[in-house]
Nanobody, 126 residues
């Protein structure tokens, strides 16, 4: 398994921005698709964004499209999520994940990813 560590969460006002990072330990970073999921209190985990292992394709949930940008830097073994125009409903614990066998039809499915980080809290509130 790949060890993933998220950072960058915090408290931000509505309309503000945050950038989450997820650093991977191990040589398999470039071998797998990566994604961000989030889970708000009393809600199920939901897909946020994903990126192909070569960064050739990106995928977004409708709720974040146009506001969030996912990217990856293989030289730093790091995945990013730039979050702009944040809303209170974006408040959640954000998790990064990596999956070696992810295909287009499963990219939004949590079970397609084999390794997960511990999560970082994002709170959007005035």
């Amino acid at each position: 398994q790949v060890q993933l560590v998220e950072s960058g969460g915090g408290l931000v006002q509505p309309g503000g921005s945050l950038r989450l990072s997820c650093t991977a330990a191990g040589r398999t970073f470039s071998s797998g698709a990566m994604a961000w999921f989030r889970q708000a209190p009393a809600k199920e985990r939901e897909f946020v964004a994903a990126i192909h292992r070569t960064a050739s394709s990106t995928y977004y949930a409708d709720s974040v499209k146009g506001r969030f940008t996912i990217s990856r830097d293989s030289t730093k073994r790091t995945l990013y999520l730039q979050m702009n125009s944040l809303k209170p409903e974006d408040t959640a614990v954000y998790y990064c994940a990596i999956g070696m066998g992810v295909i287009n039809s499963t990219v939004r499915t949590g079970s397609a990813y084999g390794s997960w980080g511990q999560g970082t809290q994002v709170t959007v509130s005035s």
